[in-house]
T-cell receptor, first 113, second 112 residues
Framework: DGGITQSPKYLFRKEGQNVTLSCEQN?????MYWYRQDPGQGLRLIYY???????QKGDIAEGYSVSREKKESFPLTVTSAQKNPTAFYLC????????????FGEGSWLTVV | KQEVTQIPAALSVPEGENLVLNCSFT??????LQWFRQDPGKGLTSLLL?????REQTSGRLNASLDKSSGRSTLYIAASQPGDSATYLC???????????FGSGTQLTVLP
């Protein structure tokens, strides 16, 4: 079944640690995105990638890093430099062959302990 | 910079009512507009996508309209049901990178 898979669903991070959230898609989409959602708020764009080996900062990229070594994969690392990382993280992808419909994963909850 | 606003932020209606959710955006140079549903603690489910050249889309009890020139979209839900209770988000796609900009959502509660 085609879709986007995010893992882990829940993650706890100690202060000062880096953590990596996984995002994999088998939809053959060129573009992938990472969003952050805080309670009661809309989604804010962290990073996006239009093609393999290329990515761009979104509105709130500070404290985050990404890579796009494969078309299917777009992992997000939340670094210790991110001052307030506790949030819900959503990965998405889209492609022109799908009419630019954007598909989302189920999300990952990150909590700093 | 594109800004998307959704009104109201929250809405509570009795079962069976028809209702309208509003979305406005500041930059009319968009590829499309999408409406999503989000249940608590879950990802987003796409409900309707309207291409920039279209005026409306329908799916079951849902109808979404787009007026690009005025920067407005509405989501009409007919004969609401308790299962419709969720947060509804609209997003516009624009720019060379085809970025999505989201509104803050409308939290809908349908009372049985």
């Amino acid at each position: 079944d085609g879709g986007i898979t995010q893992s882990p669903k829940y993650l706890f991070r100690k202060e000062g640690q880096n953590v990596t959230l996984s995002c994999e898609q088998n939809l053959n989409h060129d573009a992938m995105y990472w969003y952050r959602q805080d309670p009661g708020q809309g989604l804010r764009l962290i990073y996006y990638s239009q093609i393999v080996n290329d990515f761009q900062k979104g509105d709130i990229a500070e404290g985050y890093s990404v890579s796009r070594e494969k078309k299917e994969s777009f992992p997000l690392t939340v670094t210790s430099a991110q001052k307030n990382p506790t949030a819900f993280y959503l990965c998405a992808s889209t492609g022109q062959h799908s009419g630019n419909t954007i598909y989302f994963g189920e999300g990952s909850w990150l909590t700093v302990v | 910079k594109q800004e998307v606003t959704q009104i109201p932020a929250a809405l509570s209606v009795p079962e069976g009512e028809n209702l309208v959710l509003n979305c406005s955006f500041t930059d009319s140079a968009i590829y499309n507009l999408q409406w999503f549903r989000q249940d608590p603690g879950k990802g987003l489910t796409s409900l309707l996508l309207i291409q920039s050249s279209q005026r409306e889309q329908t799916s079951g009890r849902l109808n979404a309209s787009l007026d690009k020139s005025s920067g407005r979209s509405t989501l009409y839900i007919a004969a609401s049901q308790p299962g419709d209770s969720a947060t509804y988000l609209c997003a516009v796609m624009g720019g060379s990178a085809r970025q999505l900009t989201f509104g803050s959502g409308t939290q809908l509660t349908v009372l049985p």
